[in-house]
C-alpha cells in the first residue's frame, strides 16, 4: 500500500529505510515528511504528480 509507505520494487528509500519516492504507472510519489524519526514511523506529507496534475497529503492522524 503506497499510501502508509510499504515498500515496491524501484523505490528510492532513505538513510532509515523508508520510502523517499517511487514511480507507478506514471505517477510520482514522495513521501517529503514522516511523523517522527523512527524506521517505522508513518508518512506525514506525501506529494503525487503526473505531467499537470498535483495532489499534496498532509496526514493530521493515521488510524489502525
Known amino acids: 500500500d503506497r499510501a ?14 523508508r520510502l523517499r519516492s ?22 506525514r506529507k506525501i506529494d503525487i504528480h503526473r505531467g499537470d496534475t498535483r495532489l499534496r497529503l498532509i496526514v493530521d492522524a493515521w488510524n489502525p
Do not use: F, H, K
Not at 511523523?35 to 514511523?41: N, Q, T
Open 4 to 17: 502508509t509507505g510499504c515498500r515496491s520494487p524501484g523505490a528510492l528509500l532513505d538513510a532509515l529505510g
Open 22 to 43: 517511487v514511480v507507478d504507472q506514471g505517477w510520482t510519489i514522495e513521501y517529503t515528511e514522516y511523523a517522527d524519526e523512527s524506521s517505522d514511523s508513518l508518512p
